[in-house]
């Protein structure tokens, strides 16, 4: 009996599958926790309830995905925002969603005391790959900081995180969720320059198909996208279990359970955005601005058609309306009278103004996008306020004038005591809340000459011109007082921060004031945080 009961279990999962579409999907890279969201679709049955049969083919050198989609061998892959490079040169492609909002690429450097700023790397030796493409958001990073491609080493990407530890190269183009994971757990310490925080903030595993492909197969489009959101909507609630299938099942790479989870958590980040909170999203506007960053970067000379670039059912959700037919009518006569009155109102413009419309010339356009442009890559995305290249540009402007005219200055380093226990214990999301209301809170007790500048995840710079150390403590007194008072972590915690303070001096550079300020930062911390060292 038990015999024929496991063959009828047997024979009906097979003929579940029977009749199941088969289509491949292209990664652009090995098995790992960056496609789990595919994998829980395919383990879980997402892809057989829509009756599809999804072949994952792991990357290998030598297969182009647009061209395997061309030829018909696959009918999905991922691929990066520079399709619409491929886009603009006329491959017929289609972005169904972006996985991750914010891509995970960042370039990793040894902890090494001479290297603590992007503009440190010139002359240096750096791995990236030779693809401009796949290293647009780093090559942006360099030329916005005035380090052009000729002021450094690059060197063949070796995809072995030892040629760092071991010294072969000064920087690695990295996933952020990779390599700073191995070094962590091997007890080596690290730093990350992120595009992301210079302005560039690209998508990064785009899915996409043809959209020969899409005409002729909506139904199959459709159901796989919905299927995949699905399977990554369930990835990201169930990590430990998600990395556990990919590490029984899926493990090419063989990596370690723990760094699977670490790398599930890393990338929830980069996949969903706190202002969309919807995996996949694609937004028109980002999409542009990625274009102009190309074109600026010599990489795009054409123009993309983002509308036709992007899958119809990508930014909305598909609510099916059931209306009477009197309420039709009403809102067809609703409509016609608004449009009417609009219309009356356009003619009326038209002639008061004497058909004289202004209009904008083509020197108003491109000056407007690349004061936009630019304002973009000194802005922290997150906070809104200065980043680190807005710092080093103003560091640099008030050392000059202080040259010139001796006038006094100081400098603020501010860190945000135990942020790491606040994203662990309430959650990033609300992590991320902390640093908005922290940045709100200290811009409302500035002066309007001081300036604040998000340099990294929870740490802050402030500048104070014409301010000596006394009245520069004044404000820090201040700034640390509001902070404890005010800022509360869910009505329930409230968050401290530790303070360096220095008045630069005559011979005072740019790296001698940084680490006179990060040394007396990290005494406030060792000394028992919520304090100000000057």
């Known amino acids: 009996m038990k015999i024929l009961f496991t063959l009828l279990l047997s024979f009906s999962l097979l003929y579940s599958y029977v009749g199941n579409k088969i289509i491949s999907l292209q990664l652009n890279w090995k098995n790992q926790f960056q496609f789990a969201g595919y994998i829980m679709a395919k383990e ?32 999905f892959a991922i691929g990066r925002p520079s399709l619409m ?16 909002q914010h891509s995970p690429m960042v ?86 320059f992120n595009p992301r925080d210079y302005g560039f903030d690209f998508y990064e595993d785009i899915l996409f198909t043809s959209s020969l492909y899409l005409e ?45 989870i670490e790398e599930g958590y890393s990338l929830k980040e980069y996949a969903i955005d706190n202002d969309i909170n919807k995996i996949g999203h694609l937004d028109k506007r980002r999409l542009e601005k990625i274009c102009d960053v190309y ?11 983002i509308d036709s670039f992007v899958y119809k059912n990508n930014n909305y959700d598909v609510i099916e309306l059931e209306l009477s037919n009197n309420q039709i009518y009403l809102y067809i006569f609703y409509f016609l009278i608004i449009f009417g009155l609009l219309t009356l109102l356009i003619i009326y413009y038209i002639i008061r103004k004497r058909w004289l419309i202004p209009t904008a010339t083509l020197d108003d356009v491109i000056e ?7 304002e973009e890559s000194i802005t922290d995305s997150l906070t809104e306020v200065k980043n680190r290249k807005a710092y080093n540009e103003k560091i640099k402007e008030l050392l000059n004038t202080k040259k010139r005219h001796s006038t006094p200055f100081c400098l603020v380093s501010i860190d945000i005591d135990d942020f790491k226990k606040i994203n662990d214990e309430f959650g990033h999301d609300i992590g991320d809340e902390v640093l908005i209301k922290f940045c709100r809170l200290v ?49 329930k915690k409230n968050v401290t921060v530790s303070v360096g303070l220095v008045e630069v001096k005559e011979d005072d550079t740019e790296e001698s004031i940084y680490k006179r300020v990060d040394i007396l930062l990290y005494k406030s911390k060792r000394n028992g945080k919520n304090q100000i060292s000057f």
């Open 85 to 100: 490079i491929d886009k603009s040169k006329g491959e017929d492609l289609v972005a169904l969603g972006a996985i991750f």
């Open 368 to 374: 407007t996008k690349t004061n936009q442009l630019k």
């Open 216 to 260: 002729n197969n909506p139904q199959i489009v459709k159901d796989f996208y919905e299927a995949t959101i699905k399977g990554w909507k369930y990835a990201f609630d169930n990590i430990r279990k998600s990395a556990t299938v990919i590490y029984e099942k899926y493990n090419t790479q063989k990596k370690s359970l723990k760094s699977l």
């Open 107 to 192: 370039l990793l450097t040894r902890d090494s005391v001479d290297i603590n700023d992007i503009t440190d790397l010139k002359n240096r030796k750096v791995m990236i790959t030779n693809d401009a493409k796949i290293s647009a958001s780093l090559i942006a990073m360099f030329i916005s900081n005035n380090i052009q491609l000729k002021d450094i080493k690059i060197q063949e990407h070796s995809f072995n995180i030892q040629d760092l530890i071991d010294k072969k190269t000064d920087a690695m183009a990295s996933y952020i969720s990779n390599e700073p994971i191995v070094l962590k757990n091997r007890g080596i310490n690290y730093k990350i």
């Open 44 to 75: 879980l049955g997402y892809y057989n309830d829509v009756k599809l049969d999804v072949r994952l083919i792991e990357f290998s050198r030598g297969r182009d995905a647009i061209e395997l989609l061309k030829s018909g061998d696959i009918e």
């Open 295 to 305: 074109k600026i970067i010599g990489l795009l000379d054409s123009e993309v058609d």
């Open 443 to 491: 811009e409302m007790h500035l002066r309007a000459n001081d300036t604040i500048f998000r340099v990294g995840g929870e740490e802050f710079m402030i500048l104070l011109p014409n301010t000596d150390i006394e009245n520069g403590h004044k404000v820090c007194k201040k700034l640390l007082l509001c902070t404890q008072e005010s800022l509360l972590v869910e009505e």
